[in-house]
């Protein structure tokens, strides 16, 4: 039996090929630096990561809306939707019932109620609902009972709040009463929600890690808009 050369002489050219005894039957038409190619691992890591890829829009998506989805998102947000179809015709709601912690009113928590106000969206916001002199726990029953959806800004200060049973907690036991929030995630995870809220933790919402704040915006614009404007 011939014995192959390569581990003296070596492959890197075809003369040394052909001239092992072992290998010079087989074809070598690669040029003499040349080396097998392989199949990209990319390929295949991006059908892997397909499943959580926003490629998706829901049947409420507006005409010509370049906002996209995860499957898990349009799995979350369909019941609400919903929900927010069957209540279209009560009148004197809000869209929108903000939940946030204290320490969020003039940052995050404003950013989100400005970018949902910027997109025809009523929001209830305490920094503008509430008065001065009222009852702030009454104004929030009169707020969570005159509004289609609730979100729930969950913020490293929200958690706090919730910890140490604060208004915010207060609020987020009305919501989940409703079933009829979604949680926000931003510069926290929900890991951390977990900790404090089991039950809020147990949903799945919208993250600003995964997207930016006015990605998260649209989205909500779009799960409340009436649907003569998304037709």
């Known amino acids: 039996m011939a014995t192959c050369t390569a581990p003296v002489n070596g492959h890197r050219s075809s003369s040394a090929a052909a001239n092992c005894p072992a290998c010079s039957s087989r074809s070598y038409g690669r040029s003499s630096n040349s080396y097998p190619t ?58 929108v019932f903000l939940c946030h912690a204290w320490d969020d009113r003039k940052e995050a928590a404003k950013e989100l109620h400005d970018l949902l106000e910027s997109k025809g969206v009523s929001v209830w916001f305490s920094e503008k609902d509430v008065l001065l002199g009222s009852s702030l726990l009454r104004e929030i029953d009169k707020g969570l009972a005159k509004s289609r959806v609730g979100i729930v800004l969950v913020t490293p200060s929200f958690l706090k709040r ?57 989205k909500l614009a779009e799960l409340v808009a009436p649907e003569v404007l998304l037709n």
């Open 162 to 218: 919730v910890k140490d049973e604060g208004i915010a907690d207060k609020e987020l036991s009305a919501l989940l009463a409703r079933d009829l929030l979604v949680p926000i995630i931003h510069n926290t995870n929900y890991e951390a929600l977990r900790e404090v809220s089991p039950l809020l933790g147990s949903r799945s919402g919208l993250s600003t890690k995964e997207e930016s704040m006015i990605e998260v915006a649209a």
């Open 38 to 95: 392989y199949p990209s691992s990319s390929s295949n890591s991006r059908s892997f990561s397909s499943g959580s890829s926003r490629s998706l829009k829901p049947r409420w998506s507006s005409i010509g809306s370049a906002t996209f989805y995860t499957p898990t998102e349009i799995r979350t947000l369909t019941p609400i939707r919903e929900s927010v179809e069957q209540r279209a015709n009560l009148p004197d709601l809000r869209d």
